[in-house]
C-alpha cells in the first residue's frame, strides 16, 4: 500500500503514519520549499500520484485526480467535504469506487468553544465596552438598552444542525442553564442536552421560539443559501444569529437588511460568503454589503479550528480512516457520496 501526503509532512508525521499501516506500507510526502507546508503543487506529487493506492491531506492540486488512477481512499483531513464536492472528486469518487473520508469532529471541541464564546460577546457587548475600557468612557446612563448586556441564563438556543459541533454547543449551552431546541434532519435520534428535537420542516416554528441561533449545518445543496428572509423574519428582532458552519448557508443582503433595519440584533461568523465563478459574478471571498464592518457584528476568519491540540487530531483521525481501509475494517468517517456528508 502506498499512501501519498497533500501536503509537506513533517519526517515525524511520515515516520508516525507509517507506525499506524502494515509494515510493507509506502509513505510519501512532497519535498523541498514551499509557501506553506499544508499544500502543494501538481509538481510536487505528479511522479507519486500514478501509482499510489491512499491520499491524506488538505488540498488536492488541479489535476491530480485525473493521473490518479489507482487510488482507492482518499483520507481528507477536512470535517466538511463541500470543496471536494465543487471540483467534482466526489463524483469522481462515486464513478471509481474511491472511498472518501474525513475527520468529522476533530476540530469540534474548539468550534463550540468558538461558537458560545461569540454568543457570549454578541450578549456581553465586548466589543463596544472594551473600546469604551480602552478610551476611559463611562457608559451612561446605566441599563440603557443600547449598552446593556443580555443574558444567556434562562434563555432559549436553537441549533440547526445537531452533529458533532452541534450537540458539543447543546451540552456547552445547558452548563448556562438554557433551554435547548435542536433541528436536524432525522429528529428521531435524541441528545441528552437537547431538550426538544426538531425536523427541517419544523424550523421556522423553532426560530420564532429562540434568543440564539446557531448554525452548524454541512454544506450541501440543500442547505446552500437556505437561511434568508423568511427565516431571518421568523427570528425575534431581539435574537442573535451565530454561524460557525458555512458562509453560503446564509443570504448575505437579507442579512444585511436584517441587521441594519432592527431586524436582528447581532451577527456572529466565523466563516464568510464565498462568491465562485460559475455561481456569481465577479467572483470575492469577502462579504459584498461589508457586512462584517457592522457594529452589531463581530467574527473570526475561519479561525475557530486553530487551537490547541486540533492539528494533531486531524492527523491522527486521518491516519485512523487509512489503518481501517488497510486492515479491511469498516470504516468510521466514511463519507455517504449521495449525501455529501
Known amino acids: ?17 507509517k507506525r499506524a499501516l502494515p509494515s510493507d506500507a509506502e509513505v510519501v510526502a512532497p519535498r523541498g520549499e514551499y509557501f506553506s507546508r499544508f499544500e502543494c503543487t501538481y509538481s510536487d506529487i505528479e511522479r507519486h500520484v500514478v501509482d499510489t493506492d491512499a491520499l491524506i491531506g488538505w488540498t488536492i492540486p488541479v489535476g491530480i485526480p485525473e493521473i490518479a488512477g489507482n487510488v482507492k481512499i482518499l483520507s481528507w483531513l477536512h470535517s466538511g467535504v463541500d470543496d471536494l464536492a465543487e471540483i467534482g472528486f466526489l463524483s469522481l469518487a462515486k464513478q471509481r469506487g474511491i472511498k472518501v473520508t474525513n475527520i468529522r469532529g476533530a476540530n469540534a471541541i474548539a468550534v463550540a ?10 450578549a456581553k457587548r465586548t466589543l463596544l465596552k472594551d473600546q469604551a475600557s480602552r478610551n476611559r468612557q463611562k457608559l451612561f446612563p446605566l441599563f440603557a438598552e443600547e449598552h446593556r448586556s443580555a443574558m444567556l441564563d434562562g434563555r432559549t438556543v436553537g441549533v440547526i444542525g445537531v452533529g458533532n459541533i452541534g450537540s458539543r454547543i447543546a451540552k456547552r449551552a445547558k452548563a448556562f442553564d438554557m433551554r435547548v431546541l435542536g433541528v436536524r434532519r432525522n429528529k428521531d435520534i435524541p441528545l441528552e442536552w437537547v431538550d426538544s428535537m426538531h425536523g427541517m420542516n419544523e424550523l421556522h416554528s423553532v426560530l420564532g421560539e429562540c434568543d440564539y441561533i446557531v448554525l452548524a449545518t454541512p454544506n450541501t445543496g440543500e442547505t446552500f443559501q437556505f437561511f434568508g428572509k423568511a427565516e431571518l423574519a421568523a427570528m ?13 448557508l446564509v443570504q448575505e443582503k437579507p442579512l444585511y437588511e436584517a441587521l441594519t433595519g432592527g431586524r436582528l440584533r447581532g451577527y456572529a461568523a466565523d466563516v464568510w460568503p464565498e462568491y465562485k465563478y460559475g455561481r456569481t459574478f465577479p467572483r470575492s471571498q469577502d462579504p459584498r454589503l461589508q457586512i462584517h464592518r457592522l457594529p452589531n457584528v463581530i467574527g473570526s476568519f475561519d479561525q475557530s479550528h486553530d487551537a490547541d491540540d486540533v492539528l494533531e487530531r486531524y492527523i491522527e483521525w486521518g491516519v485512523q480512516n487509512l489503518a481501517e481501509f488497510a486492515a479491511g475494517k469498516p470504516l468510521t468517517r466514511e463519507i455517504d457520496l449521495s449525501l455529501g456528508y
Not at 4 to 13: I, Q, V, Y
Request: with cysteine; aromatic share 10%.
Open 1 to 17: 500500500m502506498k499512501v501519498l501526503c497533500l501536503w509537506h509532512a513533517t519526517e515525524d508525521e511520515v515516520n508516525y503514519i
Open 236 to 248: 425575534k428582532p431581539s435574537a442573535f444569529l451565530v454561524n460557525v458552519a458555512r458562509g453560503n
Open 113 to 122: 468553544e468558538q461558537a458560545m464564546m461569540f454568543m457570549l460577546a454578541l
